[in-house]
């Protein structure tokens, strides 16, 4: 009896499909990774702009908002996507077009699209694999006093993308469930400590002599245009992903009603909700209580302790455990640690689910190796290039794992595809609404106008920050260049030869009509 060839099922509704754009966006887990990175971010004249991180993260949000309608529009329009997503709509932008010469510019838009969305959602599950051999790391520490060595987190990396791509193989429905969990655990997570965090100092005002913020307010407001500008270069990096289930339109039940909405909601749950609210409850609790040493040694509070530590919310949690908690503050942390490391789960396994699918749809189309366009008979995965996937996962995290300059320049990378992908996103947008009935100057020149405005300047300034920086920041940028180049390079020559054997060409001659 011949077998039934493997085929896409539609099963997901809306909740399905927003709980896995969610889960790439993943507060708890960024909040924990990133604010580090934010308590430490500096003027070119060396001054501290910590006090504006949280009015970073909202100019942030209304840049990734920009995007995110670009998507949701692109996705009412194009239900029928499937698995391609923005490699789609960059083709069906200029396909669609009633003057045919438009047509010739298809197959380059789609190409360059899929270079940025595979330099994106390729590089960043190395990323997270080597953000959770540094969390594991860091709860070994915590535990025995010891350290990991480089070999251990290398090979901790290895086993981890197995179990990753493993949940991916076995299909979307054991991934949505994943998600879905993770989600859940990690909401209710971050709710209990942003509410001990906020409970720590209106309850217990005596807790400290020196609060970093005077109040509320002062958490949120604008400090200086200047510090809201460099906070926001870094802020837009923890709020990407909103846009990765556009990539499970062949498995969404009525996509063009819940694909759209879902953009948005992952986007108003995850970013407008939870970040806000723990980045505040964050900002409100820092006093000098928050207490450690920099890398000279010196002894540092407040700001300055959080931009020295190593996990500055894990060092909070510790605080507000002790002191509302009747001493269990080594738990607590021990207890978010294990969230924050379900949530990295969470956030690899979307982002390689989005990969593997681009991934499929540009093979199908002959635009990448036929081995990526092969489905599960079972699971009706693109199995093999899952498997690929984990193996360029671990290898990524083998140069991240080795210090904070390897992470950094990964994470770069990965950054660099994103904003090419967003405001090539917003540039598609605006060809493919041009001339429609339902064309719209706000949603459809506008937002996506100014979306790619914005994504432009953000990659500018993150490439200007690291150039001109010092020599660990000048090293960061080299491997991030040196993985967008090597990536083009392969990407090019993969297109010359198959162009030359089926003889299409990357831009067609304009047909004139007789």
Not at 259 to 287: D, K
Not at 323 to 332: D, K, N, Q, R, T
Request: hydrophobic share 55%.
């Amino acid at each position: 009896m011949p077998q039934e060839a493997p085929s896409i099922k539609p099963t997901l509704g809306l909740t399905g499909v927003t709980v896995n754009a969610m889960a790439l966006i993943a507060p708890g887990a960024f909040l924990w990774i990133t604010y580090q990175l934010q308590a430490a971010a500096a003027a070119p004249d060396g001054s501290s702009v910590a006090s504006d991180i949280w009015s970073g993260i909202a100019f942030a949000l209304i840049l990734a908002f920009l995007t995110a309608v670009s998507y949701a529009q692109l996705a009412r329009i194009y239900p029928e996507a499937g698995f391609g997503s923005c490699y789609y709509f960059a083709e069906k932008a200029f396909l669609d077009r009633e003057n045919k010469t438009h047509h010739r510019w298809a197959r380059l838009a789609k190409i360059v699209t899929g270079w940025a969305a595979h330099l994106f959602y390729w590089v960043y599950p190395g990323v997270m694999v080597a953000m959770m051999a540094t969390l594991v790391g860091y709860i070994y520490n915590q535990l025995t006093g010891g350290t990991m060595s480089i070999t251990s987190m290398i090979i901790f990396s290895g086993f981890f993308s197995l179990l990753v791509g493993y949940i991916a193989y076995r299909g979307v429905t054991g991934s949505t469930f994943t998600s879905l969990m993770i989600n859940v655990i990690q909401l209710s997570t971050l709710v209990l400590f942003s509410v001990l965090a906020i409970y720590y100092r209106v309850a217990n005002p005596e807790h400290a002599t020196q609060w970093t913020f005077s109040g509320a307010w002062d958490v949120m407001r604008p400090h200086s245009v200047q510090g809201v500008l460099i906070q926001s270069t870094v802020a837009i990096l923890i709020l990407v992903g909103f846009e990765s289930c556009t990539a499970f339109a062949a498995e969404t039940v009525s996509p063009e009603r819940n694909i759209p909405r879902a953009v948005i909601l992952s986007l108003i749950i995850q970013g407008l909700i939870a970040y806000m609210f723990e980045y505040f409850a964050a900002g409100f609790m820092v006093s000098e209580k928050l207490a450690g040493t920099d890398s000279t040694g010196a002894a540092v509070t407040g700001m300055a302790a959080a931009a020295a530590s190593s996990a500055p919310i894990g060092d909070m949690a510790i605080r507000v455990g002790d002191a509302v908690l009747g001493g269990i503050g080594f738990g607590l942390m021990i207890s978010i640690g294990i969230t924050v490391g379900l949530a990295i789960l969470g956030t690899t396994l979307s982002c390689l689910n989005t990969a593997v699918r681009v991934s499929y749809a540009m093979a199908q189309d002959q635009e990448m190796p036929e081995i990526l366009g092969v489905l599960h008979g079972r699971f009706a995965t693109p199995h093999r290039a899952i498997w690929v996937l984990v193996v360029v996962s671990t290898l990524i995290a083998a140069v991240g794992v080795q210090s904070v300059v390897g992470l950094t320049g990964i994470t770069l990378a990965s950054n660099f595809g994103t904003f090419v992908l967003y405001g090539l996103t917003c540039m598609w947008c605006m060809i493919a609404f041009a001339g429609r009935p339902d064309f719209s100057v706000l949603k459809h020149v506008l937002v996506p106008g100014l979306g790619l405005l914005a994504n432009v300047a953000m990659l500018v300034a993150i490439l200007y920050l690291y150039v001109i920086g010092n020599a660990d920041s000048q090293h960061e940028a080299y491997i991030c260049m040196a993985i967008a180049g090597a990536w083009a390079v392969v990407s090019g020559l993969y297109v010359a030869i198959s162009s030359m054997r089926s003889g299409r060409r990357l831009i067609p001659a304009t047909r004139t009509v007789a």
